[in-house]
């Protein structure tokens, strides 16, 4: 066999064209080049280029040996191409043409983080935790995340077929129709007279604005009272920009730190704090999580339950604790690097832990009582007392509070019984 530097020219232009990033990393850190595994990469690109069953390009082995360097670091770093980029560029913007979801790689099969709120995913009732195994009838297996998510991405009104398992359970067909994607992440209503709501479904450039915006319209819907009670929805929230959820912390919280990232490198040390007012008015707070509520999400959850600002409500989040840089590279293309890991105030890593809620609340729906069934009150027996005071006055139920939304019912029964418990002590 022939010695590595006798070896053909593509072999030795892939070599030429690795050693200097090769060089200049073992500069930085002091280490000697690896000259062996350098040899054997030499060696696997000159065997694939001539002995592959069909022809493959230099740019193809290459693209793929940088892309597989950075996928085998860990599920969210990414070598992006031009295409790639500018998607992940339009996510962040909040429109973009596709089924509205947001995935992962869970053991190298590809998991639902999250639907994204009004996007054909969620209409069709697909779920955060499930598995895609097929598109299109085309096994998902092996597929990098990259790829999956272009297979997915398209012109709008285009149909696609997606074969999902959830639970553990048999395998089912999910048809979708694609759509541009105009993502609102923050909306906001009342639930009742005094209580409101608010769900920010991903976090956008822009999202802080939009939340401190849905404070004041509440308000106003309240006939511009303060509110008695506030549910903060991060259910199935992937996560986004992490300058976002920093701003949408700082709505609620008038001082303190609010969220830091530790990294090798000291430019990934960053600490961020409150600007110094609470555009909430310290209105009493229920946060709702789920599995589906990941990275940027699980920032603002830790942040307010660290201050002991809201009560944290539902299941244990996602667990994505880390932070992605991206680094824009030459004709287009960009790395998203795993770069950092943040932090809560209270210094905890939730990377791979998730936020655990203070009332753990199942996910189920709630069922109203059927209509027709009777039941015997007091005021139905014969000869019952008469009440002295007539004008007392009665619970409202709230037929639109709940949705029959098990979790967003019992925050809103928190909420309630917290006023309770200060009007209490108020009398004390």
Known sequence: MLPWFARPPCALLAFLFFLPAVQSLAEQSQAPLPLEDLRTFVEVFERVKNTYVEPVSDQQLL?????????????????????????????????FGGLGIEVGMENGA??????????PAERAGIAAGDYIIRIDGQSAQGLSMMEAVNKMRGKPGEKIRLTLVRDGGQPFDVELTRALIKSKSVRSRLLESGYGYLRISQFQQGSGKETKNALVRLKKSNNNQPLQGLVLDLRNNPGGVLQAAVEVVDQFVASGLITYTKGRQTDSDMRFFASGKDNSEGVPLVVLIN???????????????????????????FGKGSVQSIMPLSQGRALKLTTALY???NGRSIQAQGIVPDISVARGRLVREQEGIFNVKEADLAGHLDNQNPKAPTAEASGKAEDGDYQLSEALNLLKALNVLQGNQNKL
Do not use: C, W
């Open 110 to 119: 590809l998991k639902i983080i999250a639907p994204i709120d009004d996007s």
């Open 291 to 317: 599995e589906g509520s990941a990275s940027a999400a699980e920032i603002v959850a830790g942040a307010l339950q660290d201050h002991h600002r809201a009560v944290l409500m539902g299941s244990t989040s």
């Open 63 to 95: 693209e793929n040996a940088i892309r597989g360097m950075l996928e085998n670091l860990d599920p969210h770093s990414a070598y992006l191409v031009a295409d790639d980029f500018a998607q992940l560029q339009e996510s962040t913007s909040g429109e």
């Open 343 to 345: 932090y809560t105030p």
